[in-house]
């Protein structure tokens, strides 16, 4: 009797335990790939806010490339070149430090969008990443941001 208590004891125990663990393994995985994902690639600004951006022929587009070798992102405001550092982690946290920026005097129309999106760069927070989409988030979980990139890393 005793022996199948103790049995009993030690079969839940094992149970109680092997629940308690904090992340399972398929989501780490998940979660370090999104980091991947963000990294290495050129991405194209196609939305701030709710509002899509298009682009007139020959236009320069804005964009931004997270390098994890240094930390670092570049990019363009569709004017001038913008730079800086980052942190990201593999929970989708992201912060962007100081953006540093070119002064060239452009002749394009894009103002707006240049100013847009370099706000919108300030307030970063978060990070959702599929293959080809990124959507840079504020810390109220609302959609600042969001890249498409429609060249893949080899």
């Known amino acids: 009797m005793k022996k199948n208590f103790l049995l009993g004891c030690a079969l839940s125990s094992g ?59 570049s990019g363009s405001d569709s004017c001038n070149r913008i730079m800086g550092s980052y942190q990201a982690d593999n929970l989708n946290n992201i912060s962007l430090g100081q953006i540093a920026s070119t002064e060239m005097a452009c002749l394009s129309n894009n103002g707006e969008i240049e100013q847009a999106y370099k706000q919108a760069l300030q307030h ?9 989409q990124l959507v840079l988030i504020d810390a109220n979980g609302n959609a600042l941001v969001t890249f498409i990139s429609p060249i893949q890393p080899r």
């Open 124 to 132: 970063v927070a978060k990070y959702t990443v599929s293959h080809q």
């Open 15 to 73: 149970i109680i335990f092997s629940a308690c663990t904090s992340t399972p393994p398929e989501v780490q995985v998940v979660q370090a790939n999104n980091l991947s994902l963000l990294q290495g690639k050129a991405w194209i600004l196609s939305q701030i806010g709710q509002q899509p951006i298009t682009y007139a022929q020959n236009a320069n587009t804005a964009t931004i490339e997270f390098s994890s070798s240094e930390a670092r992102f």
